[in-house]
């Protein structure tokens, strides 16, 4: 395995000017990213006192089913004992979700042992899954390549209730389906067997999706002792209880606060990444396992279509009796990391950079400091297959993000054409709608009317003989295809669906190649977190 470092363009502009030292993005947030703000971020946090013991405790409970290994079992009494925290997280998606996932547990293991050499203290590493997510259509399926094509494989089974992943009861038969058909595209290699026997007994210990990812996600990096909690477990949702209160007391300003944050972010250039609104509760409530957004309306709390509506002390009982009816939104979430757990920082991807962008005010309303923000690793994997190619086609990972590699293959298949076929073409069609415009002369001047039926007439022809030309040209290319197919391999490997390959495929298609080494090869990699892009070479 070999790695390099790329410079490619950041389309994101937030992102792209978070790494640049005098962007107006860094008066966003509390720090830049650099050394020194994580030893001021430490003392920081070490003043503060924590629910360390009962955090402790829900976060084992919950792992427990999943296995708690020598590792994790070491970093939950680190914990407790008043360790530091880089804190990541993601959706409940099948086979872990895109790499992305993966790219950000390794970016909070790899960033939590690089602080604790730096700062001579223990950090360990934790992964929040948003398990109180209800959008099921984000996280049900995955893509895979199958001859140089990428095809969307989905589960099966739909629900029209926006349930949230935890609560979403699997379909065994269905999930299996989705598993095996996967596996079938990916191929036979020496692994196969052993891997997938994994996935299943994973799915069939699985009762939601979210045990899914965590029961896969723990298999991966429990010997890196990878702290995972759920957003929607029961226990840590009575943990939270107190802290609900403090979001339900300060909701009003909260959402004016992110509001005119959010404003003076758009003033900036950089958007509107959550379209804040000054009545926005920042809250779901959840109703016979659907999940239901908030807003206030005079001095309640409502949605219309749930219905729900309470007033706010109803509200605050909800939080002190039945926390599990409420759930965070994209502002209240970080706010609950942030009185949960020690964070030291948090790994995020740029869509979240963007929305963290809103929040600093809202930090400080509740008395609490923006944490570092750490951009994830951004990570793509050439292949063995794939490496040969670039070279015989004169590209680079590059060129192929910049459209070079579909660039060649229409030029390829443009230069390979039968352009003497493809002229005649040209001449029969010129020679045949000249004399259309001779018939249709000598009509009009003889007074026929049938100039309808002679336009009809003439669009049959003319969509005869471009259905001839592009049969020319289908054959033409079908005797080249294996070097067409090559270029479709190209971009289907590094650009799928014209994103990049982090944002589509999912790890098992790469431990199905290379083995249950994949993950362990990857965060021996000399990986640190900043601008540039790696490129892993098999």
């Known amino acids: ?10 389309h994101n ?8 030292g005098n962007a107006d993005i860094h008066s966003f947030f509390t720090y830049p990213y650099e050394q020194e703000s994580f030893v001021k ?17 829900v976060i084992r409970t919950y792992m427990e089913r999943f296995g708690v290994s020598e590792q994790t079992a070491k970093h939950l009494e680190e914990l407790e004992a008043g360790a530091l925290a880089i ?14 996932s993966v790219y950000k547990a390794v970016t909070v293991i790899l960033l939590a042992h690089e602080q604790r050499q730096a700062l001579g203290t223990p950090v360990v590493p934790v992964f929040w899954i948003a398990g109180e997510d209800h959008d099921l259509d984000e996280i049900n399926h995955t893509f895979t390549i199958v001859n140089g094509s990428v095809k969307k494989r989905s589960y099966s089974k739909r629900s029209n209730k926006k349930t949230m992943a935890s609560t979403t009861s699997i379909d065994h038969d269905a999930l299996e389906q989705l598993i095996q058909t996967v596996f079938k595209d990916y191929g036979e290699t020496s692994y196969t067997e052993a891997l997938l026997k994994e996935v299943l007994e994973a799915s069939r210990v699985s009762e939601t999706f979210t045990d899914f990812f965590t029961g896969l996600m723990n298999r991966l990096f429990a010997k890196y002792g990878l702290l995972m909690i759920d957003a929607a477990y029961g226990p840590f949702r009575q943990f939270e209880s107190e802290y609900f209160e403090r979001l339900i007391e300060h909701s009003e300003e909260i959402a004016r606060a992110v509001s005119i944050q959010e404003k003076a972010l758009e003033k900036a250039g950089y958007g509107k990444p959550i379209e804040a609104a000054e009545n926005n509760a920042n809250l779901f409530f959840v109703k016979e396992g659907e999940r239901f957004l908030l807003e206030r309306k005079e001095e309640e709390f409502i949605n219309v279509s749930a219905p729900v509506r309470l007033t706010k002390e109803e509200l605050l009982q909800t939080a002190r009796r039945s926390p599990e009816k409420l759930s965070n939104n994209v502002v209240t979430r970080p706010l609950m990391q942030e009185m949960t757990l020690p964070v030291l920082a948090f790994v995020g991807g740029p869509g979240e950079l963007a929305y963290w962008a809103t929040l600093k005010p809202a930090f400080g309303i509740l008395d609490l400091e923006m944490p570092i923000f750490a951009p994830r690793l951004n990570v793509s994997i050439a292949t063995r297959k794939i490496q040969p190619l670039l070279e015989r086609h004169q590209l680079m990972f590059e060129d192929v993000l910049e459209g070079k590699a579909e660039t060649k293959k229409e030029q390829f298949i443009a230069d390979i054409q ?10 029969m069609q010129e020679s045949l709608f000249m004399q259309y415009e001779v018939l249709s ?3 009009l001047q003889n007074d026929f009317k049938l100039e309808q039926i002679l336009e009809k007439n003439k669009a049959f022809h003319h969509k005869q003989l471009a259905y001839l030309k592009e049969k020319i040209k289908e054959q033409t290319s079908q005797k080249h295809s294996t070097i067409i197919r090559q270029f479709d391999m190209i971009n289907a490997e590094f650009l799928p669906n014209g994103a990049l390959q982090e944002r589509v495929y999912n790890p098992y298609q790469y431990l199905n190649q290379y083995g249950p080494t994949f993950v362990d090869e990857l965060l021996k990699l000399p990986m640190v977190v900043g601008p540039q892009h790696f490129l892993v070479k098999y």
């Open 1 to 10: 395995m070999k790695l390099e470092q790329i410079s490619i363009p950041v």
């Open 13 to 20: 502009r937030v992102l792209a000017d978070y790494w640049k």
């Open 41 to 57: 971020r430490a003392k920081s946090v070490q003043k503060r006192e924590y629910k360390r013991e009962s955090l402790v405790q």
């Open 87 to 100: 804190v990541g997280g993601q959706q409940a998606g099948v086979f872990t979700g895109p790499l992305y």
């Open 418 to 427: 039968d352009k003497e076929a493809l002229a005649q073409m040209e001449a």
């Open 441 to 443: 002369a000598h009509l």
